[in-house]
């Protein structure tokens, strides 16, 4: 007859539980996986897999925590941060690029042309949906979804399961790294905003040339398919950009989960 201890039990549940947890919360923040067409059960039992695989390298004195204690409450705390933080610095990638498209759509006169984002559930602009979606090819493309699992695999290596977590230094680099986003957003949008204001600049010199022409009835329909087709000209430029994004974000991610 095989005989359990709570010891042993409290470290086969806090050997498959911990990880779980940091892994379901970065599945839930992170792109791609954590968009909302992704039902929520593909997603737990995505988690579920890794955390089974990843169960014998989480090892150390936390997962002797009972869970119900006080110390496991703060250890899963801390897992959830950690997850959370991971997957939040690759969403930030992604809304650099909502950020350009919104700054291109305000130029182009297609402000107020909305979609629904199927990953965020919110209302973006139709361009920042055509942004996302090739920014997610893209994406997939580079095999982020591999780098993502890699992350995690180390991450239990460099950060361990404990009641410390995130420190100090590692927050404040995720907080100054939103303005690494709207660096990235102006970056993207650089061209077609220097593009439409040129337009723009062009459309005031032919009123003040010639008054009695219609700038609002031409210059709408020209500013739309000047700025479609800088949109087509700027495209072989979003990949390298997207790629130096990623690569920060990466690094950023790496910086978190090392305890620096």
């Known amino acids: 007859m095989i005989s359990l ?15 779980f947890i940091r ?11 954590g968009a909302r067409m992704v039902p929520v059960r593909v997603r737990l039992a995505l988690a ?7 169960s014998p390298m989480v090892y ?12 496991g409450l703060m250890v899963t705390v801390q897992q959830v941060l950690i997850g959370l933080a991971m997957g939040f610095t690759l969403q930030m990638v992604f809304s650099a690029l909502v950020i350009a498209a919104q700054s291109m759509s305000m130029g182009m006169g297609l ?9 965020n559930g919110v209302q973006v602009p139709v361009v ?8 997610t090819l893209i994406f997939l493309a580079l ?14 290596q460099t950060l361990p399961v404990g009641i410390d977590g995130l420190s100090r230094e590692g927050l404040w680099a995720l907080v100054n790294w939103g303005s690494r986003m709207f660096a990235g957003a102006v970056l993207i949008a650089l061209t077609a905003m220097t593009a439409l204001l040129v337009v723009n600049l062009a459309f005031g010199v032919m009123s003040r040339a010639a008054p009695q022409l219609n700038i609002f009835g031409v210059g709408f329909p020209v500013m739309m398919a000047a700025g479609f087709v800088v949109i087509l000209l700027s495209l072989p430029g979003i990949t390298p950009q997207l ?18």
């Open 128 to 135: 920042a949906q055509y942004y996302l979606t090739l920014a």
């Open 48 to 54: 579920m897999i890794l955390a089974w695989v990843l």
């Open 60 to 71: 150390s004195e936390a997962v002797m925590i009972n869970p119900l204690s006080a110390e």
């Open 143 to 156: 095999n982020g979804h591999l780098l993502i699992i890699q992350v995690l695999v180390d991450s239990f």
């Open 23 to 33: 892994i379901g919360a970065m599945l839930m923040a992170a792109p791609v996986f």
């Open 243 to 260: 790629e130096e994004l990623l690569q920060d974000a990466f690094e950023l991610i790496g910086l978190l989960v090392s305890g620096g």
């Open 5 to 19: 201890t709570s010891v042993e039990l409290s470290g086969w549940v806090g050997s498959l539980l911990w990880p």
């Open 111 to 119: 402000g107020f042309a909305t979609a629904v984002d199927p990953q």
